[in-house]
């Protein structure tokens, strides 16, 4: 059942719809690099688009009703967006819920050092990553500082034209022949992936006096100490902004697709969709690429207790009521696929792989191997999806991540799915997945948009 290339059915005007989605969208990750970015650029767009914070409504007492809109975060990592509908939360909510952490070197808590004349930052690897990829390329430093007193210093290095990068070294080829014969896996270490962030000395100093100049840096320009990355949340993640790419600019190549492709389109649908019947929810979470656990990942009870608070301000409230509203629900796991790759093609079955430029691509399991710890979504809910799709004439495809016993992959979707809810995994195909830089085609960012309008409007 090959499913035919969108690009071949756009009209002009779609074009033009299309390519500005596209410009919002680059500028959307070159603003949200880190989780925190990505919720602060989440939060300006849902109140320019009329949405209130849930938090200022419960201290004021005030009461919701259908066509309100409202936002609540945690820990500036986390959000939930509702869109009251006409009909009792009891009822249930369409749901889009994707993740906003992305693979990347988080610094320690005792980070910086020298050696040999060179300062570093020692860094641990999130999520999964071939740690080769991270060497030799420029690199920046983006994520907060938090002092004693509680003042939060914002922490971007390596971003303006002006700005230095930093950069993890690599072993010249000349000296490599050991290195080469490794497996990939251990071509670098974890160990050797610190960043150098200096080389020359402050003068008047005898010990570590390139420590001491980075030292000088960070005081002059964030008013920091050393002692003051105890409590720092910094991220190094690949410096520059998002590109389009090919000749023919059809694609988008940039750091953080997996999955802030899901979480922009699934935001924009969101604020896109106005008048609904069943109230629906915007879920941007963290933690995803390392288990969805911690405060901030979707196994908290951060989203249940948002929803319980959003219908005591409806006025319906009771605990069987919001059991109902759960399992009475319907979700898109926002949440991306492995692109068909023809240079690595035995890693697929390629009748159920996943083709940049076919659509948004719906993945009715993920997990590995027998499908272990995966949500399979039931084949009722398939078929009310392919109507509404096929009636609102949405590109998608279908796909599995890869040949059976090849690999896999997990997402949110399963936790979600733990209340008894309709969830299928859907969203855009990716070609360089985990990688620094990933690419997307712009015809699935377009449709995939669409597609979430469509759910939320009549799912």
């Not at 410009?23 to 688009?49: H, P, S, W």
């Not at 600019?249 to 953080?256: F, H, V």
């Not at 898109?332 to 940049?356: H, T, W």
Request: with cysteine; hydrophobic share 40%; proline share 2%.
């Amino acid at each position: 059942m090959e499913r035919p290339n969108a690009w071949k059915s756009y009209n002009d005007e779609q074009l033009v719809d299309l390519e500005k989605l596209c410009d919002d969208y680059r500028n959307f990750l070159d603003q949200g690099k880190t989780e925190r970015e990505c919720v602060k650029v989440a939060i300006k767009m849902a109140e320019e688009a009329g949405y209130r914070n849930l938090k200022d409504i419960i201290k004021n007492n005030e009461s919701l009703t259908s066509g309100d809109k409202v936002y609540t975060e945690i820990m500036g990592k986390c959000l939930a967006m509702f869109n009251i509908g006409s009909k009792s939360l009891e009822e249930g909510m369409n749901i889009l819920g994707a993740h906003i952490d992305s693979p990347r070197l988080d610094v320690k808590q005792n980070p910086l050092y020298e050696d040999s004349d060179f300062a570093y930052l020692d860094t641990h690897y999130y999520g999964g990553v071939k740690k080769y990829q991270w060497v030799a390329t420029p690199l920046a430093i983006h994520g907060v500082v938090v002092k004693k007193d509680g003042t939060v210093i914002d922490v971007v290095i390596g971003e303006d034209n002006d700005d230095p990068v930093v950069a993890v070294s690599d072993l010249l080829i000349h000296l490599s022949g050991n290195q080469m014969d490794k497996k990939a896996s251990v071509v670098i270490e974890g160990e050797q992936l610190d960043v150098i962030v200096g080389s020359k000395p402050v003068a008047g100093e005898e010990k570590e006096a390139v420590k001491a100049q980075i030292l000088g840096i960070l005081k002059n320009k964030y008013d920091f100490e050393e002692e003051d990355f105890l409590s720092a949340e910094l991220e190094v993640v690949p410096a520059g902004k998002a590109r389009n790419a090919g000749i023919d600019s059809s694609m988008i190549m940039a750091y953080g697709q997996d999955d802030r492709v899901c979480a922009f389109t699934s935001l924009v649908a969101m604020l896109n969709v106005k008048n609904v019947e069943k109230t629906s929810c915007c879920l941007l979470v963290d933690k995803e690429e390392v288990g969805s656990v911690g405060a901030t990942g979707m196994e908290s009870r951060f989203f249940e207790n948002s929803v319980a608070e959003v219908m005591d301000r409806v006025g319906d409230y009771s605990e069987l009521k919001l059991r109902h509203c759960l399992a009475n629900s319907c979700m898109l796991s926002s949440d991306v696929n492995a692109g068909y790759d023809p240079m690595f093609a035995e890693v697929y079955e390629k009748k159920n792989a996943s083709f940049l430029g076919r659509g948004m691509v719906f993945s009715k399991f993920t997990g590995s191997g027998g499908k272990g710890y995966s949500n399979d979504a039931n084949a009722e809910y398939i078929a009310y999806l392919r109507e509404i799709m096929e009636r609102e004439n949405i590109h998608y495809q279908f796909a599995e991540l890869g040949k059976v016993d090849v690999g896999g992959g997990g997402t949110i979707a399963y936790i979600l799915a733990l209340y008894g809810m309709n969830v299928i995994d859907c969203g855009v195909a990716v070609l360089n997945m985990h990688a620094p830089y990933e690419i997307t085609s712009k015809a699935d960012i377009y449709e995939t948009e669409c597609g979430y309008e469509v759910f939320l409007k009549n799912a």
